[in-house]
Every structure is written in C-alpha cells, then in structure tokens.
C-alpha cells in the first residue's frame, strides 16, 4: 500500500455545567425520566421566546481563555436552518459568523516533541433533542433540547491518530479542570467528530473528506482514523475516487460505516437570530471570569515535579482532580512532597476505594497530613506501622503522635541497636553476602527483609539501610 500523509480536523460538541439550560429556566440535568426536564421553549411551541443564560457566556469566556482563544467582543446567534425530526423548531440556534472564541491552540506532547493543535473556532449553539430508533418508530427525549453546547473546531493540522488522542486527551483534561463540562463521553456531553482526507506529497492539495460522526470515545477516535485513512489508500491505489461522505464509527465491526454521501454542500440559510439582542463582551466580564480559573494541569505538573514528585506520581495525580486539589493545600508548606504523594496515591487511596470515600470525607486535615509525612520522613512509622494505625488516623481527630503512643509503636531509631542486629544477620548469611559482591540486587533485598523480620518491622528503613550498605562493605 501506498504511503499518504493524512490530514485530519477535529470538531468536538461539550455540554457546559450550567443548572439551566441555555435559553429556558428547564434543568440542565442527565438520567432523569424521558421528557420530565422541559418546558414549552425546549419544546417549540409557537410564541415562546429564547433568554440567554448568562452563565453559558462566562463559561464560553472561561473556555476560549483555557483554549487560549481570541474572544469577540460584539457577536450575535444565528439560526442554522434544517428539517428533522430532533429538532422541532426547524432551526437550531448557534454562532456561525461570529463565534464567540477563534484562533486558539491546545498544546500536546508527542515522543517528546511540543506540538500547537490549532484551533480555528470555537462557537455556543443549543442542542437538540436525542432520537431512539425502536423497530420502526423513532422516539424523541426533549430533556437534552436546549442544553447549552459549545463547538471547537481544530484547523487541519492534526498528521496522526495518536495526536488525535493527545489532542483529546489534553482537552478533556482542560475543560474538566476548569469546571466548565465534565466531559463525560459515557453520557454523551463530549462527543467527537473527526474530518479525515489523504494525499501523496505535502504540496499536493487536500484529497476527499470524510467525516466520521459522533465517535463514543477518544480510544475508537483513534482506531476510526487509522480505519478511514486505511480504507482511502486502498481506493486511491486501486485508482478510484470517491464523494465527500459521512461516515459513523461501528462499535461491533470496529470500523466506519457509510451514512450518506455529499451531492451537494448544506445550505442551512443561516441568518442572525432576531429574538436575541448583539451580545458585547467587556473587558470587565472577561476579568471576572479569569478569576475563576484554577490552577491547569500543566501548571500542576510543572510544580508536583519541582517539588520533588515523580513523572509517574504527578500524572496520577492530575488523572484525579480531588487528590490534586487536596495536595495543592501542602504546596506552600515544607515538608517532603516525594513521600506525601506516595502516601496519598498509596495506602491512603487504597483506603479511599475500600471505604468508597472522599478524601474530604476523612478527617485528614493539612495540618495532621503534615504530621504523618514528619513520621514517615523520620522514620518514627514504617510502611507497615502506618497500615496498622491508618484506619483511625483517617477516621479520628487526634494527633498523629497521640495515635501512635496508643498504639504502642515503638521503632527502633538507635543506631547501636541496629547495628548489632545487622551484623548478626550478614555473620549468619555468607553466601548472600557473596551474592551481593558479584553484583546481585536480590542479596540487598534478602538483608533488608531479614532485618525487618528480626525487628518486627520496627527498624528505621532508612537508617537500616545505610549501616547495612556500611556493614557490607
């Protein structure tokens, strides 16, 4: 097969976190009973007329500065005019001449390498209602009509399935942290489009297009991509040529299905929307919203890995915004931040799942999260001192040290004390003593489990450590 340089574009539809939806007082919501979050707006009675949410503004002014976006200051909405059955007004109202954000960028990683994914726009619409086929009858659920939606469109800059993923990945983390959708592609409020066409040479112009609607999550993004690209090399090879099409991504076959073929380009008559006064952003508005942002993920990377965290740690972290939070509280303090992220993404997490808590829900505060990572740190609790008592430090309000006198924890910190009892053990051991001479990492490992065994777990690591490597050589 021929090898062709892919141009891909991306269209991604979020649904913003309001209570409301865009232009009616219905609740903005997910799961309820069919039909049950609407009222004569949603659906489009004659007479009624649309109010603008003014929350869908601030969050669409939070989005473009996250996607650092170019913001309109004077925009209207349109009606993007068309007949189905999801859409009882017949016009769907949307921003096509004037979005509210444009030329953006979202910043991915690729073996190590920066990449800008370009964003062309980004625009606030409503959506429709959601069709279910059932034989057939089609049924129509008026709950999601009206829910605000905001549309970012890429430029045709993306090469690759996996930027794709990247892409998507990093979006979905920027819009989650800043509380603007909860991207949760599961439920439908983050769904992707992907536009595929190859060509043979980079001076060559933009082969066909395709699109691949509504794809239900970024890892079938990706195999829809490599899917589409594969089925057009093998048309171009044979010297075929095919029509811009629509194509949807099937979940049983793992690949694109045909759902219609473009004779002709849509011609949805867009006009301004004339129940909806000019909208003017000010500077006022948009530094009010600013206020609003928390700290982003690669912010949070960058400090997590200063302070002393691991690649691994932080990105852990990061996959979990109420952990990130809580360990944002320690950010000012002193203290070891290696040994605070172990403990949090460790016996403390496994705590969390077992009990199916929230950290905030523990009585772990910042202070007495300060006092565990002193004990750990100096060695007055071990790993498995700490799996002993951590049910009550978690679940009462008392100090780390009052807990660990209760509990009679006494470990040995005396180095005399270590000393003797590591120089018994490698007299008994000459052979793993050798071992450890030729280079073997399991002879350190065997010392250090025999001095843990012959004190009960209650010798210092760290300072066993040290006289055992001492003591060895």
Same mark, same amino acid.
């Given at each position: ?7 891909? #574009? ?19 919501? =997910? #799961? ?14 004659? #007479? ?86 059932? !034989? ?20 045709? /800059? ?21 509380? &603007? ?6 439920? !439908? ?49 044979? +010297? ?13 076959? /793992? ?9 002709? #380009? ?26 609003t942002i928390c700290m982003l993920p690669d912010e949070r990377r960058t400090i997590y890995i200063e302070k002393g965290v691991s690649d691994?740690?932080?990105? $852990? ?8 939070? =809580? ?61 002993? &008592? ?5 679940? $009462? ?41 030729? +280079? ?8 250090? !489990? ?24």
């Open positions: 097969m021929t090898n062709y340089i892919p141009t891909i #574009g991306i269209e991604v539809h979020v649904e913003l976190k309001t209570n409301t939806k865009i232009f009616s007082n219905s609740i903005n919501g =997910y #799961g309820q009973m069919a039909n049950s979050l609407t009222n004569v707006v949603d659906l489009g009675y004659p #007479g009624t007329l649309p109010t603008l949410n003014k929350e869908v503004i601030n969050l669409a002014i939070k989005a473009a500065k996250v996607l650092n976006c170019n913001i309109r200051r004077e925009m209207h909405f349109d009606r993007k005019n068309y007949f189905y059955p999801d859409n009882p007004k017949n016009f769907q109202i949307t921003q096509s001449r004037t979005p509210i954000g444009y030329d953006g960028y979202v910043e991915i990683e690729v073996e190590k390498t920066k990449k800008k994914i370009y964003i062309e726009e980004m625009h606030i619409e409503e959506d429709t209602c959601k069709s279910t086929h059932r !034989g057939d009858k089609t049924l129509l659920d008026f709950n999601r009509a009206g829910v605000p939606l905001i549309e970012i469109v890429t430029k045709p /800059c993306i090469s690759s399935s996996t930027e794709a993923k990247l892409y998507l990945e990093k979006l979905k983390e920027l819009l989650f942290y800043s509380d &603007i959708s909860d991207c949760k592609m599961e439920e !439908g409020s983050m769904r992707c489009d992907a536009n595929v066409s190859i060509r043979k040479n980079e001076q060559d112009l933009f082969g066909t297009k395709c699109e691949i609607k509504n794809i239900g999550s970024i890892s079938n993004v990706g195999l829809s991509i490599e899917k589409e690209i594969e089925r057009q090399a093998k048309l171009l090879d044979s +010297g075929e040529t095919f029509k811009e099409q629509t194509r949807r991504f099937d979940n049983k076959t /793992c690949d694109t299905v045909l759902m219609r073929v473009k004779e002709t #380009g849509n011609d949805y008559r867009y006009f301004p929307e004339p129940d909806i006064p000019y909208l003017y952003i000010t500077d006022e508005m948009i530094t009010e919203v600013e206020k691994v740690n932080a990105k $852990k972290l990061i996959q979990n915004r109420e952990l990130s939070d =809580y360990f944002n509280t320690l950010l000012s303090e002193k203290t070891n931040f290696k040994i605070a992220s172990n403990l949090i993404l460790g016996d403390i997490s496994a705590y969390l799942n077992k009990n199916e808590k929230k950290i905030t829900d523990t009585t772990l505060t910042k202070e007495r999260f300060l006092e565990l990572i002193e004990k750990v740190d100096d060695g007055t609790l071990t790993s498995k001192n700490l799996k002993d &008592i951590l049910d009550v430090i978690l679940e $009462k309000d008392i100090s780390i040290s009052t807990i660990i006198k209760e509990s009679g924890i006494e470990n040995i910190t005396d180095d005399s004390t270590i000393r003797e009892i590591i120089k018994k053990i490698i007299s008994e051991n000459p052979e793993s003593v050798s071992d450890y001479k030729a +280079g073997h990492d399991r002879a350190i490992k065997f010392f250090m !489990g025999q001095v843990m065994k012959e004190t009960k777990g209650s010798a210092n690591p760290k300072l066993a450590m040290d006289i055992l490597k001492e003591e060895l050589k």
